[in-house]
């Protein structure tokens, strides 16, 4: 096995681990590979080894990898965008992506579902949620969430799926797990309301568990996936 393939069977399991410990079916689990500033030959691995939704944080990185895999001829990888999206590059994500995990205002969101194109499906969209407070990150404020997952509903190109998060860094399991905790009410008060809403991406390396336990049914993964990355040679 290369050490894709071998990190990748590490992280399932470790998934399937957390799941059981809390009496969920690891099924109920995805597994998001963050392919950001990796090479296509390393996502090739790993689709060599199943793996099927991919995550990149750049729009220009991600649609040159999307297209290399068209031009292939690979077929059934899914892609994410999980990175800030700027309104000027929305044209891209909604031309390439398959879903986009971080609609933090109405005005990406309508253009998200302006410039998709009428021959693919609906794009997937996840709300981002600023559940940590911290000025530094995107995400709406939670009790904004009501009046803009009203809007963002009600676009037609577009799928609202869920919610994501991502929270400040917190070593402590127990901190870990009140705020995944307030990220699963509002994704169950959201599912009442909606009935696409399936998807909370929450949880990474670092918090995995804990978001598993409060409900996340997806995980993004990385550096624990492909190695440590090298912003420099990108
Ligand atoms: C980079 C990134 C990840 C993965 O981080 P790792 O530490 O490499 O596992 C997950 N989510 C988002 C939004 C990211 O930008």
Redesign the pocket.
Known sequence: MNDIAHNLAQVRDKISAAATSCGRSPEEITLLA?S?TKPASAIAEAAAAGQRAF?E?YVQEGVEKILHFREQGTEGLQWHF??PLQSNKSRLVAEHFDWCHTIDRLRIAARLSEQRPADMPPLNVLIQINISDEHSKSGIAPGELDALAAQVAGLPRLRLRGLMA?PAPESDYVRQFEVARQMAVAFAGLKTHYPDVDTLSLG??DDMEAAIAAGSTMV?????IFGA?HYTNN
């Open positions: 963050v950001k995550g944080n999980i990175g991502i990474m390396s993004r993964i990385g550096t624990a990355r």
